[in-house]
């Protein structure tokens, strides 16, 4: 089945700093790409979604310019989370639709803690 | 706005059958989707249904009625390790994947 990576797992970073979560499907490509967020006992929160070779469509109440989204190729997106805060700490996952447009997989999520 | 209601947690023992209900009022409906996720790890799919009835997958099954906006996930023979939270999912006319409120399923022994 289609793999989808994400890069770092987890990660700790101080309040102020920036940090940038990888996303790549390792066999096959993918020309949509969605970031979410979920809170501990929480859904998943939809974030944006990134298309390749264009800007990034961001949802209702999510700040465009504190979660940069970069979507270069057809198998790697990244999201920036600038300026990190407390508030920022949570978990990110990333999926990837192939080209079909029909399946999406989900990468193993990235643990975001700020201190 | 659009919502994908399920039962916040369920128990039961090994050997049961449990139901996981879900509602949904989306913008849009290209099918319903569950997915299991276990505690730190990433949403897997379970099953799909885009057209009314039931669809059979060894012990899990799920249903769909779309004029009920209305489906289920039905897990037989449960088992210790189905202990995790399951979401079910719209495709919406955005394209895109809106997930449920969740239900957390406890298995006892």
């Known amino acids: 089945g289609a793999v989808v990576s994400q890069h770092p797992s987890r990660v700790i970073c101080k309040s102020g700093t920036s940090v940038k979560i990888e996303c790549r499907s390792l066999?096959?490509?993918?020309?949509?790409m969605f970031w979410y967020r979920q809170f501990p006992k929480k859904s998943l929160m939809l974030m944006a979604t990134?298309?390749?070779?264009?800007?990034?469509?961001?949802e209702q109440g999510v700040e465009k310019d504190k979660f940069l989204i970069n979507h270069a190729s057809l198998t790697l997106s990244t999201l920036t989370v600038t300026s990190a805060h407390p508030e920022d700490s949570s978990f990110y996952i990333c999926s990837a639709r192939d080209l079909e447009g029909y399946e999406q997989y989900f990468g193993p999520g990235t643990r975001l803690t700020v201190t | 706005g659009q919502s994908l209601e399920q039962p916040s947690e369920v128990t039961a023992v090994e050997g049961a059958i449990v139901q996981i209900n879900c509602t949904y009022q989306t913008s849009g409906f290209y099918g319903l989707s569950w997915y299991q996720q276990h505690d730190g790890g990433a949403p897997t799919f379970l099953s799909y249904?885009?057209?009314?009835g039931l669809e059979e997958t060894g012990r899990f099954s799920s249903f769909l009625s779309r004029s009920d906006s209305y489906g289920y996930l039905l897990l037989q023979e449960l088992q210790m390790k189905d202990s995790a939270s399951y979401f079910c999912a719209v495709r919406d006319d955005a394209d895109k994947l809106i997930f449920g409120t969740g239900t957390r399923l406890q298995v006892f022994p």
């Open positions: 066999d096959f490509q993918a020309t949509t």
């Open positions: 249904n885009a057209l009314d």
């Open positions: 990134s298309n390749e070779g264009s800007k990034a469509t961001y």
